[in-house]
């Protein structure tokens, strides 16, 4: 009855559930993986927002790489803002999908060093070669708060760090690519703040909005979900064989029976 199994239609439907099953039990796997990945970035984010402000010397210095740990960490510095080496970074957007500039303005500590602000985003004048109109930042010494933010590299961030731009205009923030610029031994912390205290003034229409979380919760659902389609495959193969013997055993039925004539007396 089960000799049906070895023919090739079965052979090949049965190979390819032996296979299905071991790789959704595997994806499921590596979408719990990406579960806790992204839960551990989560839990970072919000214990770095949560955190009390410390002075931006406190974490950051020259050559310094911001660690997971430390990004957005509320910091504060004192010092006053360098319009003059003042620079806009290209194609960024803002929260409505409109492409400009983020301002990246350098800011001179009590002790001379430079700590590269990000105060916000700014549209672009209608030419992409044409700098920007940008409010002016406070004149004078100011304190100001930010959350402290890594350098952009084009492998983390995706964005070609192009040559030949328009004066003035950078595609990354990255303070050794600053430092290089500002020159004359220039001391440069590493990373950048997001200035969020005090808002600029003026006309510039968005700061940058709080770090936004990662969707944990689909990398669980998406694991259960594909441990569901490992047990279905064997709960399918034995619904697709109990229809194949119901059908064979029916076609047994339906064969007709030689009737057997009595022998002549």
Known sequence: ????????????????????????????????????????????????????????????????????????RTVTATGRFDTDDEVVVRRRVNSNDEVGYHVLTPFVLKDGKVLLVNRGWVPDSGSQTAFPKIPAPPRGEVTLQGRL?????????????????PDRQVMLVNSKQEAKRLGGGTQVLGGYIAQTSPAPKGDVPEQLG??????????????????????????????????????????KDDEPVDEVTPAAV
Do not use: C
């Not at 969707?215 to 709960?235: G, H, I, R, S």
């Open 149 to 165: 933010m890594p350098d952009e590299t084009t492998a983390a961030s995706g964005i070609k760090n192009l040559k030949g731009l």
């Open 1 to 72: 009855m089960y000799r049906f199994l070895l023919t090739r239609q079965w052979v090949i439907l049965t190979l390819v559930a032996l296979v299905l099953i071991p790789t959704m039990i595997r994806l499921g796997i590596w979408q719990m993986h990406r579960h806790d990945e992204r839960a551990a970035r989560n839990q970072l984010v919000t214990d770095a927002l949560k955190a009390k402000p410390v002075p931006v010397e406190d974490l950051a210095s020259v050559g310094h790489t911001v660690t997971s740990k430390e990004r957005y």
């Open 210 to 251: 709080s770090p936004g979380k990662e969707d944990a919760a689909l990398n669980f659902a998406y694991a259960y979900q594909w441990w569901l389609f490992a047990a279905a495959v064997p709960v399918g193969w034995v619904v697709l064989l109990r229809r194949e013997l119901r059908d064979r055993r029916s076609k």
